[in-house]
């Protein structure tokens, strides 16, 4: 089971013991996000925000563990050709239906309800059908494969504390935990705004940020610490393009 390392532990880590545990955690995520996507298309509705938070999810974490199994754990497992052919084939059809419902979201309704409903409970099938065939491929000598966050990569408990308006960075630890923030900080699109808040100076990370585009984003100091520190971050609007000089 998926457990924190202290129930009342502010850094909020987690430590998988098996990739079914780490699988079990999207497994929860996916149905929280597609369920409210079902029953909207269902309905005959077009679930616009719903279908693109769940479209998010997809993209930042189950592709994440896509390339995290494939650079973490496939090269440690013993397996034959034909099982990594089969597993990295069932990549491929993921990653389609993931970019399927992509388009249907940067697109308007480029499906109708029916086919979105259709196509997001394929992608349920396909989904537990290669968690499940993968648990069992890379399972060594009837031992439960290892999570890649065990590996190294970060936790997807983490998503839920990027992705809000508020990141608390003392709930992501480490060197790690700053580039899951920092990750968030360049995902922002123009006008919108986070706030971190930490118990320690998060200057190191803001300026982190300004080194990728000095003018692309705007710093707030909400609340100076010591104890605590509370910093906006806003992803300014690109500049409009000068206007040619008549001749």
Do not use: C
């Amino acid at each position: 089971m998926t457990i924190p390392t202290d129930d009342g532990d502010p850094t909020g880590t987690f430590a998988p013991a098996s990739l079914s545990d780490e699988h079990a955690v999207l497994r929860r995520e996916v149905t929280s996000r597609a369920d409210p996507v079902l029953r909207e298309a269902d309905e005959g509705r077009w679930p616009a925000e719903e279908l693109a938070a769940l479209v998010d999810y997809l993209h930042l974490e189950v592709l994440r563990q896509v390339v995290d199994e494939e650079w973490l754990l496939f090269r440690t497992a013993r397996h034959t050709a034909d099982d990594m052919a089969r597993l990295r084939a069932d990549h491929l059809e993921l990653r389609l239906t993931i970019e399927e419902l992509a388009q249907a979201v940067a697109g308007g309704r480029t499906l109708r309800p029916a086919q979105l409903s259709a196509t997001v409970r394929d992608l349920q099938t396909e989904l537990e059908a290669h968690l499940a065939a993968e648990e069992k491929i890379l399972a060594v000598a009837e031992t439960a494969a290892p999570s890649v966050t065990s590996l190294g990569a970060h936790p997807h408990e983490w998503y839920a504390l990027t992705e809000g308006p508020i990141i608390d960075l003392d709930r992501l630890p480490g060197a790690q935990g700053a580039d899951a923030a920092l990750d968030r900080l360049l995902r922002l699109r123009p006008g919108e705004q986070v706030e971190l808040h930490a118990t320690g100076d998060p200057g190191p990370l803001w300026r982190r940020v300004r080194r990728n585009d000095s003018g692309g984003w705007g710093i707030t100091t909400i609340e100076q610490g010591p104890p605590r520190w509370r910093v906006g971050i806003t992803r300014r609007p690109p500049e409009p393009p000068l206007s040619p000089t008549a001749g």
